[in-house]
């Protein structure tokens, strides 16, 4: 296939390796706004936001700093308690996310991770980390869920724990930098369909390069828990169809995939084993170059804007 014209959204994914690096630097300095060892927490956030909020959520809670749940901030439990609420919202005026922290205001210490300081939001949550290096033009959100997520993982490390098999920071961002120079095969180009799978905190993952392939090139992307996908999903894989695995493969996957005549793929497994969020940059490129090969424009997605702003009529 021809190389594509490269567009803003390629040059946001190719710049995560630098946004990771500053997002693990800004850990220490930014750590007021982030959970602290031992509080229960939820987090919100609403599309990527939240796919980010459950990766996260599985990270802290199985690292051993303490109960942590997510929620979409429109299905939030307004009567369960917590002893702090995190919002991650890339342009600060998501009205779900503003909604949720003017009804907390006062009842619980709320967080915000955000990459507009000039935003509504700085006013709701009463601390907020500024992520204004990672911000995007583009509709699609790449490089800022993902060095949200850098961060996050780099206070979790900086606070004495990851979970066993979870790499430091530092790895994730070499691998980074992996995946922006890998090459992409010609066959993921032409696939008709992706299933994406993961286990533990890159569940979140899977879901969200489900959607990453959605809103930028418009394709057929499914999500499930690994272990879920011998319970039907499976169905749907075939010739010229992808099972894409974010993390470690569960036993006789592969073989299950290939007994359909299925595509199987383990990024984090191959060339001596990306990282999980670095294998999401992956499917981020993928997508930009399929959205390209159907002759849409990653950079104006169909039926998107910047942020979701809702009328009193919508809410």
């Not at 040059?11 to 997002?23: F, G, Y």
């Not at 205001?105 to 915000?112: E, Q």
């Not at 695995?245 to 497994?269: H, I």
Request: aromatic share 6%.
């Amino acid at each position: 296939m021809a190389a594509p014209h490269t567009c803003r959204t390629s040059v946001e994914i190719a710049s995560q390796p630098d946004t990771w690096r500053q997002a693990a630097a800004s850990a220490d300095s930014l750590s007021a706004a982030l959970p602290r060892r031992g509080e229960r927490v939820a987090v919100v956030g609403c599309g990527t936001s939240w796919f980010m909020a459950l990766a996260y959520a599985q990270l802290r809670e199985t690292g051993g700093h303490g109960e942590t749940d997510a929620f979409a901030a429109s299905e939030f439990p307004t009567g369960r308690g917590y002893d702090r609420v995190l919002a991650i919202t890339r342009s600060g005026t998501t009205t779900e996310v503003l909604d949720l922290l003017a009804r907390l205001k006062g009842t619980v210490a709320t967080s915000a991770i955000t990459a507009d300081p000039a935003t509504a939001v700085m006013d709701l949550a009463d601390t907020v980390a500024v992520l204004d290096f990672a911000d995007e033009e583009s509709v699609v959100q790449t490089r800022f869920a993902t060095t949200v997520l850098a961060l996050l993982r780099a206070h979790l490390e900086a606070e004495g724990a990851l979970p066993e098999g979870v790499r430091p920071i530092a790895g994730a961002i070499e691998d980074a930098q992996r995946a922006v120079d890998a090459p992409i095969g010609d066959d993921l180009r032409g696939a008709e369909q992706f299933t994406f799978l993961g286990t533990g905190w890159s569940y979140g993952l899977a879901l969200e390069a489900g959607l990453k392939m959605r809103e930028a090139a418009g394709a057929w992307t499914e999500a499930y828990p690994a272990m879920e996908y011998r319970h039907g999903p499976i169905s749907i894989t075939g010739p010229n169809r992808v099972a894409w695995l974010f993390g470690t493969a569960p036993q006789g996957l592969a073989d299950d995939v290939a007994k359909v005549g299925g595509v199987f793929v383990a990024g984090s497994e191959a060339a001596g084993g990306l990282d999980p969020l670095a294998d999401l940059i992956l499917v981020q490129r993928l997508a930009v170059l399929i959205a390209q090969d159907r002759g849409y424009d990653p950079d104006r997605p169909r039926n998107l804007t910047r942020s979701v702003i809702l009328d009193d009529g919508q809410a």
